[in-house]
């Protein structure tokens, strides 16, 4: 069953962090990206890499406006996959090349300036 747990007063975890939570087998990932908590369990769907210790950033994908251009977005909503560098989108779960496979989410919440995962 689901337990609501502490990760960490909301001043620890400023927009671009991410802190690991000790939570079940594997571990947890509370991220903020751009002012909204997110959270992923720190496992790749891939081959089981420690996915939270993956580099955080954004990915490329096709400019409209440039012929056989590329453009940077999701800055801070991606990590990267220590092993084999498998790209996640840190707000839904979901692998950027095959939208199918994804890791587990859980929900976050701020009460009295406090963090808490729902895990």
Not at 74 to 83: D, K, S, T, Y
Not at 94 to 110: E, F, H, M, Q, S
Request: aromatic share 8%; net charge negative; charged share 20%.
């Amino acid at each position: 069953m689901p337990q609501r747990r502490f990760v960490c007063p909301i001043e620890e975890l400023p927009p671009g962090a991410m802190k690991l939570v000790d939570i079940g087998k594997f571990g947890v990932g509370v991220y903020n990206v751009g002012g909204s908590l997110h959270a992923i369990v720190n496992y790749c769907s891939h081959e089981g890499a420690p996915l939270c210790q993956g580099l955080l950033g954004g990915t490329n994908e096709p400019d409209p406006t440039q012929p056989d251009g590329l453009r940077r977005v999701r800055e801070g909503q991606i990590v990267r996959c220590p092993w084999h560098n498998w790209e996640f989108d840190i707000t839904t779960g979901r692998n950027l090349a095959d939208p199918n496979r994804r890791v587990r989410t859980y929900p976050v919440d701020v009460t009295d300036g406090e963090v808490f995962v729902t895990a």
